[in-house]
């Protein structure tokens, strides 16, 4: 595991400043490397930028990047993600502060500040709010499934022939 980063996120965000770098899924927390990934070793690109909205409230702007290799859940082979994430997260003092503002804005995120943040518990929060559900294939190329549905009797068509006999 890699040695985690930790910031003052206030600070971070009152000077706006800036972080950088790669990050592969098995230097993660297992919550995230326990999904069904193809292969551990894939790197995803983070940035983080601290800044003040005019409302004077520090927020941090998270981007992701890169490519989760995921199992599909159809034919059961890998299927590449694409992690394109973009988050401005607003800090705040309170909780009812964030209650206030959450109810406000609905698109609005928010967390309460904290005396010291991991970043990469904030990327790997990222990534399993962005993880599919059920990943797939636009179109699997396993012909098993179609046959098999082809094969299969409509179960209505023995609905339609006692509707015919009245």
């Known amino acids: 595991?890699?040695?985690r980063i930790l910031i003052d996120p206030q600070a971070f965000a009152i000077k706006q400043e800036s972080l950088q770098g790669k990050v592969s899924l098995n230097d993660l927390d297992e919550r995230v490397w326990s999904h069904d990934f193809t292969e551990l070793s894939s790197e995803l690109a983070y940035t983080l930028k601290g800044g003040v909205d005019r409302w004077q409230r520090p927020?941090?702007?998270l981007s992701l990047s890169g490519c989760l290799p995921l199992q599909c859940q159809r034919c059961m082979k890998p299927v590449d993600f694409a992690l394109d994430e973009n988050?401005?997260?607003v800090l705040f003092e309170t909780e009812e502060s964030l209650d206030?503002?959450?109810l406000a804005d609905e698109e609005?995120?928010?967390m309460l500040l904290e005396a010291e943040l991991d970043v990469f518990s904030l990327i790997e929060d990222q990534i399993l709010?962005?993880?599919p559900f059920s990943p797939k294939h636009e179109q699997?190329?396993?012909t098993d499934?179609?046959?098999v549905n082809q094969d299969k009797p409509n179960p209505f068509a023995v609905l339609a022939g006692l509707k015919k006999s009245d």
Do not use: H, K
Request: with cysteine; net charge negative; proline share 0%.
């Open 100 to 102: 206030e503002a959450m």
């Open 129 to 131: 709010m962005a993880l």
């Open 108 to 110: 609005l995120e928010g």
């Open 145 to 147: 499934l179609d046959a």
């Open 1 to 3: 595991m890699l040695n």
């Open 59 to 61: 927020f941090l702007t």
């Open 87 to 89: 988050v401005r997260i």
């Open 140 to 142: 699997c190329g396993s």
